[in-house]
């Protein structure tokens, strides 16, 4: 139930593989929602900086239901406070674009560990066992984190993206789904893979195959 089957081994609970997923989890969670904070100060909206998110320091960051949630259920999540009526330029576009500055803060945190995982490779007797397993979740689960959040569906970062480049009058034609989003995530993603449309599981396959490519391993 909940996550705990992703880290049995032959029977075995891998808490060193938990506990890493807990760790890498907790810092790519804080620091995709720093990144929609800092996009947002940038583009002129100062509400996440009197709400205390400009900064590096994840604690902030981090929902703590949200995170206790992904630790047992392995879903969680965390918020960012952001007025678009007050981002400069087209509220709109500018909005799609503090939302894309998450996943893509992701995908670069994603390339960090991966060029870690190639460097623990390289010299396999320099670092105790566990750490390259760090460093492979680091890769897949902000992989993972990548792809999800871009996905066009309310309350996804993708959403917004879409609306930010659609045309004004159909985007203002899908901005009220925004309201039912809660409906149409659980519809999504818990009923479609009772018909067996697994929209989630094909996502977690592919950000494995990303996260493979950009390790240049495959997964272990």
């Given amino acids: 139930m909940g996550i705990f089957p992703l880290f049995m081994r032959d029977g075995q609970f891998d808490i060193s593989g938990y506990l890493s997923f807990l760790l890498v989890a907790f810092f790519a969670f804080a620091y995709h929602e720093f ?18 998110r400009m900064t590096l320091n994840p604690f902030p960051h981090i929902d703590r239901l949200g995170f206790i949630l992904l630790a047992l259920l392995g879903f969680g999540w ?34 960090l560990f991966a060029l870690l995982v190639r460097m623990s490779v390289n010299f396999p007797g320099a670092v105790p066992g566990w750490i390259p397993q760090l460093f492979w979740i680091g890769v897949w689960l902000n992989c993972f984190l990548f792809a999800f959040n871009l996905l066009p569906v309310p309350p996804l ?13 159909i985007a203002y034609r899908l901005a009220p789904l925004r309201q039912y989003g809660f409906i149409i995530f659980m ?23 990303l996260a493979g490519l950009m390790a240049g391993i495959s997964p272990f």
């Avoid at 990144?35 to 205390?52: N, S, V």
């Fill in 35 to 52: 990144a929609h904070a800092l996009a947002a100060d940038r583009l002129g909206d100062d509400t996440p900086r009197l709400a205390g």
């Fill in 78 to 111: 965390a918020t960012t406070p952001v007025n678009p009526s007050r981002l400069k330029g087209n509220p709109r576009q500018s909005y799609a674009l503090v939302a894309a500055a998450g996943p893509l803060a992701n995908l670069l945190m994603a390339g």
């Fill in 157 to 169: 970062d993708g959403f917004s993206i879409l609306l930010g480049i659609l045309p004004s009058e």
């Fill in 187 to 209: 519809v999504i993603f818990f009923l479609l893979p009772m018909i067996n449309i697994q929209v989630f599981g094909t996502i977690f396959q592919q950000a494995f195959r």
